[in-house]
Structures are given as C-alpha cells and as structure tokens.
C-alpha cells in the first residue's frame, strides 16, 4: 500500500507564493517520475509540471517561469514552488507518482494519487 499526502494549499492574493508538498509512503521500492496536477471548477484534471527521477522537469507553458518542481528522492518527496500566482491557478492540486512496489519486479510502476490540496488565488 503507498500514500501520496499533499499539503501547502491554502488561500492567497495574486501575485503572492505558495509551496506544495507531496510525501509518499508505504510500501515503495522506488519511485519514478512524479507530477502535479491541477483540477479547476468545471473542468478536467490539468498537467502542470513533472519530474524524472533524473529531476527533469516540465512545465504547462502558462506556469513557466513562476512555477519550480523539485524533489527530494531520498525523503520520497516532491515539491511545487509557485510564484506570482494569478486567480487562474485556482484549483485542487493533485499529486501524481509512478511507484514500485515490489522488488521482485523492478520494471512494475503502478500510478498512485494523492487526495488534493485546495490552491485559491484572489485578485
């Protein structure tokens, strides 16, 4: 069993910062790319930045520049800096990691996701 536990949401006026955290748990071999998400009002879960275990990241194009994803892969842990937030980053941000759970089948990644971390932005 793994768990992926987003924290860091809250509410902030545009142009302010946020940190997300995601820390997964459980029963992990190894944990390969991993990714935020974000899920606005109305409309479909969004990729907007991931991360290889070599820390090559990618970012949507509306948040580079403002936006850093890191990880810690000795903490399993991921982190997305946000800056200069505008309202349009509303959203429940989700996390997203492809994990190995057995060490019997190295290759194996299963897709874990964590419950969400509501992100509001003011204007």
């Known amino acids: 069993q793994v768990q992926l536990v987003e924290s860091g949401g809250g509410l902030v006026q545009a142009g302010g910062s946020l940190r997300l955290s995601c820390v997964a748990s459980g029963s992990i071999v190894r944990v390969g790319t991993m990714a935020w998400y974000r899920q606005a009002p109305g409309q479909q879960r969004k990729l907007v930045a991931s991360i290889l275990d070599d820390e090559t990241a990618n970012y949507l194009d509306s948040v580079k520049g403002r936006f850093t994803i890191s990880r810690d892969n000795a903490k399993n842990t991921m982190y997305l800096q946000m800056n200069s937030l505008k309202p349009e980053d509303t959203g429940v941000y989700y996390c997203?990691?492809?994990?190995?759970?057995?060490?019997?089948?190295?290759?194996?990644?299963?897709?874990?996701w964590g419950q969400g971390t509501l992100v509001t932005i003011s204007s």
């Open positions: 997203n990691a492809e994990v190995v759970s057995d060490a019997r089948f190295p290759r194996r990644y299963f897709d874990r």
